[in-house]
């Protein structure tokens, strides 16, 4: 397997929490970048001391990182992404950056620096097992290099609207929360019926990435596979049959309404 995507390239990843550090392993896992490669920064180093094993240099001075770096990936939250800007308003003139903040438009972040190309994206945990959907919008045509080292993390979708991020925020970036729910309501009922936690657990994380498997193999889509297993008369179809009068799709179409007003409250907030 060829490594090393970016050549000699050097990559910061300032404000490297939860997210930043899925970027990291994904990164490394994937075989195509090095830990030499990445520099990542977190106000408190004894969170980040753990990735130095992997050959990753940590800092908490974001300036110090951001004038190393050629490509700058900021993994710091919507309140405070602007601040960041101000700062590092010196050592980010002439590079890319990489904004993964939700809800801020390249617009915006392009009123705190100058002479600095800004792309968003929006990625899900599931970077960290090479597994990532990834969300990618920029004002410039030519991000072939961005999403050749994001497709090393998983599936790369670029928008023509920015606003399109906002639904990928909903769908993927909130994605494995939701899904999480889901098993662990298919594991809760398993503990119901007299199952173990650890047996019902098992099970039903196993049946999602089973059920994930076959669509991907098969090339069936889920309202298809549904019909394939639900046997007329069978368990399978009381079960579906007894949701889908039960309105199960509203009252999900609800939760995923409150996740959209959220969003759209977080947008008018830092406008």
Wanted: aromatic share 4%; proline share 2%; glycine share 8%.
């Amino acid at each position: 397997m060829e490594k090393i995507i970016l050549g000699n390239k050097k990559i910061a990843i300032i404000g490297c929490g939860h997210i930043g550090q899925a970027f990291v392993e994904g990164f490394i896992n994937s075989g195509k970048i090095t830990g030499s490669q990445l520099i990542v920064t977190n106000p408190s180093l004894s969170k980040l001391i753990h990735l130095k094993k992997l050959g990753v240099e940590v800092t908490s001075n974001n300036k110090f990182a951001a004038r190393k770096a050629d490509l700058i990936f900021l993994a710091v939250t919507p309140s405070v992404i602007g601040q960041v800007l101000e700062e590092l308003k010196e050592q980010l003139k002439g590079k890319r950056v990489i904004s993964l903040a939700a809800v801020i438009s390249i617009k915006s972040l392009q009123k705190h620096v100058n002479n600095t190309e800004i792309i968003r994206i929006m990625p899900n945990m599931a970077v960290f097992c090479n597994q990532g959907v990834i969300g990618i919008f920029s004002k410039k045509k030519d991000i072939s290099e961005i999403k050749q080292l994001l497709s090393t993390l998983g599936s790369v979708i670029e928008v023509k609207n920015e606003e399109d991020l906002d639904s990928l925020t909903l769908l993927s970036g909130c994605g494995p929360a939701i899904i999480s729910q889901l098993i662990e309501m298919l594991a809760g009922y398993g503990i119901k019926i007299g199952l173990s936690s650890n047996i019902s657990h098992i099970l039903a994380e196993q049946t999602f990435r089973g059920t994930t498997a076959i669509l991907e193999k098969s090339k069936q889509s889920p309202s298809q596979l549904i019909e394939a297993v639900s046997t007329k008369g069978g368990i399978s179809e009381a079960i579906v049959q007894l949701m889908q009068e039960d309105e199960l799709n509203v009252y999900f179409s609800k939760a995923m309404n409150a996740g959209y007003k959220k969003l759209a409250k977080l947008k008018e907030n830092l406008r």
